[in-house]
C-alpha cells in the first residue's frame, strides 16, 4: 500500500477517486462511469483539483522549516534559531586565491567559511564551497568580512595582498592573498549566502571552544594557535601562541586576551602566553654539481636560505626540528651535488639553545636521528644576534679519485663481485668522511669481506687523480697514495679472476 502521506499530483488523485468509487468495497454500488464529461469524472476532478493544490501547500509548508529549501523570509526565521540574521549591505566583500607551490596530486577542498585574516582590517572568511582540482596549483573564490564594518577602513589597507593569513592552515594549500582591492558590499547577503553561513556556526558549535578560541585568535592575524585542555585541570584550557608578533607587540597581546575573554565559555579559564623559543642555527658545507661565477654562487646561496628559513617559519609549538628535512631542502636544488655537515659539528647540520649561546643546548635536545626536540610550549625559530644563524659553505666540485680493483682468488667464492663492490664502497665513503690524508693497500685489503680473504692470492688496486692526472698502482704492503684536500674516493671497476 503507498505510503498516504507521500504528495500525490492532480492526474493520481483523479485516478485514485475514479478507482476507488468503481471497485464497490464496502458493500457499494459500483460507479463505473468515468467517461470524459460525465457527472462521476466532473466530480472526482473537481475535487482532484483543490485536493492537489492542498498537497503543495503542504509541500510547500514543509520546505519551509528546513535550511536546505527555506528561502526568504522563511529562511530567515530558520536560521533564527542559531542566532543568525541576514547580512544587510555594509559588509567588506572581495576575491582571494588560494595557491600551491605545485600542482595538487588530488582535487584540494576549501570549504565554505573557511577563514582568511590581514593586519589591521576585519576578519574575512569564504563565501562558498571551492576546491583546487588535481594538477591545478591555486583557485579563486569569494570572501566576506565576517562583521558588518561600521567605521570606514583605510582603502589602502583594503589593497592587494591584504589578506595573506589562513588562522587555520588547510592541508595541501602554501599560501593565500588577495590579487584585487576589497570593497564595501551594498547588496543584502543571498539566500545561498545564508544557508552556507549557518552550516559554518553549526559546524563551529559542534568543535566547541577549541576551534572558538582559535577563529577569534585567528581574526587578529595570529596564524600559530596551539589551544590545550589539560586533563589534569578539569575546567582550564591553555592557548600558547607561536607567532612572534605577539612576543613583540603589546597591543596585539592586550587584543588577544580581549578577544579569548568575549569568546571564552562561561566558568572555563583560559590562560594564553608565548611560546618559549628554541633558537636553531644552522651549518653545512654544500658541494655544487659545477663550478659557477660568484654572482650565480650568491644566488644559490640565497635560494637555500630561503628554502631553511621558511621550513622553520612553518614549524608550530612542539614540532621538532628535522635534521634530514634540513639536509634535503639543501639538496633539492638543481645546482647542488651534495650536502656535508660541517667539520667539529659532530656530523650534524643543526644546533640549538634556549636563551644561551649556541650550541648550549644541542647535547641535551639532540635526537638520535639528529632532530632537535622542542617541548610542548616551545617553538624554533632561526637564532637572533651574534653569529649568522644559517651558514653555507658553497664549494665547488670535489676532485675524484677512480679506484680499479684487481682481485685473484683460488678457489670460488660464491657472489665475490658483489660482495667486493659493497665492502670497498664502504670503506671509501668512510674514509672520504674521515677526511683520510691517504690511501693504503693495508687498508684496503683489510676491507675485504671475510671469505674473499680466506682466498686470496693476489690484490691490486690502481688510484687516479682526475686533478693533476696521477696514477698510483698499490699491489703490497706499504703502498700508499696521498689524498689531497677534499679529493673524493670513488670506486670504479672490480674484476674478479680465479677459478669459478
Known sequence: ???????????????????????????????????????????????????????????QVYRLGYLDTADGASLDNVVALLGIERRRGGYLTGTVTFTRAQPAPEEIQIPAGTPVAGKDIPAFATTVLTSIPRGGAEVTVAVRSAERVVKPVDPQKL???????????????????NRIQLVPEQQDETDDELRQRARQVLGRAKLGTVEAIQLALGSLGLTQVDVQEP?????????????????????????????????RPA???????????????????????????????????????????????????????????????????????????????????????VGGELPADTAKRRLGNGDVLVGAVERARLAKGGREPIVLRLEPPRPAVYVDAQIQLTAPVPGAEESLRGALRLYLGNLGTQGAASLTYAGLVGALPLDVKNALLSAQFTATHVNNGQVVVLSRDGDLTALAAREQLQLRAVLVMGPK
Not at 26 to 41: K, L, W
Not at 161 to 173: D, S, T
Not at 253 to 262: D, K, L, V, Y
Open 267 to 353: 566558568g572555563i579559564v583560559v590562560r594564553i602566553r608565548g611560546v618559549v623559543w628554541v633558537s636553531i642555527r644552522v651549518e653545512a658545507t654544500v658541494e655544487l654539481d659545477e663550478a659557477v661565477p660568484a654572482s650565480e654562487q650568491q644566488a644559490i646561496e640565497a635560494d637555500l636560505r630561503r628554502l631553511v628559513t621558511e621550513y622553520l617559519e612553518g614549524l608550530g609549538a612542539g614540532e621538532n626540528v628535522r635534521e634530514a628535512k634540513v639536509q634535503n631542502l639543501l639538496a633539492s636544488h638543481e645546482k647542488v651535488r651534495e650536502v656535508y655537515p660541517p667539520a667539529g659539528g659532530g656530523g650534524w647540520l643543526l644546533s640549538a639553545s
Open 159 to 177: 589593497g592587494p595582498g591584504a589578506l595573506a593569513v589562513m588562522p587555520r592552515p588547510l592541508l595541501g594549500i602554501d599560501g593565500v592573498g
Open 231 to 263: 586533563t589534569d585541570r578539569p575546567g582550564s584550557v591553555e592557548v600558547v601562541v607561536g607567532d612572534p608578533r605577539y612576543d613583540e607587540d603589546d597591543g596585539l597581546r592586550a587584543q588577544a586576551a580581549h578577544a579569548i575573554e568575549e569568546t
Open 1 to 59: 500500500m503507498a505510503d498516504p502521506f507521500l504528495k500525490k499530483d492532480f492526474a493520481s488523485i483523479v485516478q485514485s477517486l475514479l478507482g476507488d468509487l468503481a471497485s464497490g468495497q464496502g458493500g457499494r454500488v459500483a460507479i463505473t462511469d468515468d467517461t470524459e464529461g460525465s457527472v462521476v469524472r466532473t466530480l472526482a476532478e473537481a475535487f482532484g483539483r483543490e485536493l492537489a493544490v492542498c498537497y503543495a501547500q503542504l509541500d
